[in-house]
Nanobody, 126 residues
């Protein structure tokens, strides 16, 4: 059974950093594309970053380019999202998602993913 568990969220001041983790079980990252999404209160879900199983290609939303970095460790079956220079508008619940339909390029569209974690809250406030 595919399971994703996010962790690493919290309360951080503007300009701070966090590293979010997405621990996968029931499958191996070698064959799945993984995406990170976020949803702020009253807003639609937004794809922020993804990484493909094939060649490890990455993609980022324009709103986070240069501040967010996605990576994965196949040995411990975990995907990370390093978030730097945090802004109040980054406040949201962050979710990771997985799709077994692996392609060279990953997708920032939520409908491309079949499995989702429960999310971790990131709050940026002084």
């Amino acid at each position: 059974q595919v399971q994703l568990v996010e962790s690493g969220g919290g309360l951080v001041q503007p300009g701070g950093s966090l590293r979010l983790s997405c621990a996968a079980s029931g499958f191996t990252l070698d064959y799945y594309n993984i995406g990170w999404f976020r949803q702020a209160p009253g807003k639609e879900r937004e794809g922020v970053s993804c990484i493909s199983s094939i060649a490890g290609k990455t993609a980022y939303a324009d709103s986070v380019k240069g501040r967010f970095t996605i990576s994965k460790n196949n040995a411990n079956n975990t995907v990370y999202l390093e978030i730097n220079s945090l802004k109040p508008e980054d406040t949201a619940v962050y979710y990771c998602a997985a799709t077994k339909i692996a392609r060279v390029l990953c997708s920032l569209y939520g409908l491309s993913y079949e499995s989702w974690g429960q999310g971790t809250q990131v709050t940026v406030s002084s």
